[in-house]
């Protein structure tokens, strides 16, 4: 979806390095989120965000942060990068919806990165 | 593209056929459901959503069907197209206000 982007779209690193990926929307919407994908498993959470300076960990925070400096933007960095931070990981928005994630998420293209 | 997935579940119908992706969820107190389409260099792609007070909803070609009674939920795919090969992901909205995702179900579809 071209309302969300990130880059960059794939990157290789070495371990120790301090590495951040960037999402931005131009859907307007308040919430964004930071996801990881792992060969044969589904999205898992790694922050989420609700508002500009709103933060929360998600189900894998550990090794990574994020800052949401403004609406359309969420990064997310690995201070040190590890290789087992190899994964896909995308980023998605959504609206306000009645309640905590029931609203529809539209995710980014994803970025590939691979720790050496 | 990336592979999304090298060891999903799979699901091979020939083009024209009807599919049905099954998806079990962990979380009796989950309200909302989603299931989403993620072709090979994408990311997830929304289809179609169901809340915990409906059984059934209906899209253009798409069928989701939730049986709580057994914690289940599938998307059926009516006469199946070349261009819906992708790997499809339920996701719950469950107790802890996390959305969950499930492994994912390759879908490839013969000509």
């Known amino acids: 979806d071209a309302d969300v982007t990130q880059t960059p779209r794939n990157r290789i690193t070495k371990t120790g390095k301090r590495i951040m990926l960037e999402c931005s929307q131009t859907?307007?919407?308040?919430?964004m989120y930071w996801y990881r994908q792992d060969p044969g498993l589904g999205l898992r959470l790694i922050y989420y965000?609700?508002?500009?300076?709103?933060?929360n960990k998600g189900e894998i925070s550990d090794g990574y942060s994020v800052s949401r400096q403004a609406q359309a933007k969420f990064s997310l960095s690995l201070e040190s990068a590890i290789p087992n931070q190899t994964a896909l990981y995308f980023c998605?928005?959504?609206?306000?919806?009645?309640?905590?994630?029931?609203?529809?998420?539209?995710f980014g293209p994803g970025t590939r990165l691979t720790v050496l | 593209g990336e592979s999304v997935g090298l060891h999903l579940p799979t699901l091979s119908v020939q083009e024209g056929d009807n599919s049905i992706i099954n998806c079990a969820y962990s979380?009796?107190?989950?309200?909302?459901f989603i299931w989403y389409k993620q072709e090979s260099g994408k990311g997830p792609q929304f289809i179609i959503d169901?809340?915990?007070?409906?059984d059934k909803r209906q899209g253009q070609r798409v069928t989701v069907l939730l049986n709580k009674t057994v914690k289940h939920l599938s998307l059926q795919i009516a006469a199946t197209q070349p261009g819906d090969s992708a790997v499809y992901f339920c996701?719950?909205?469950?107790?802890?206000?996390?959305?969950?995702f499930g492994g994912g179900t390759r879908l490839m579809v013969k000509p």
């Open positions: 998605a928005t959504s609206d306000r919806g009645t309640g905590l994630f029931t609203d529809t998420q539209y």
């Open positions: 859907k307007g919407h308040d919430r």
């Open positions: 965000s609700f508002d500009v300076k709103d933060i």
């Open positions: 979380n009796s107190a989950s309200d909302y």
């Open positions: 169901i809340r915990s007070n409906m």
């Open positions: 996701a719950e909205n469950n107790a802890g206000n996390m959305l969950t």
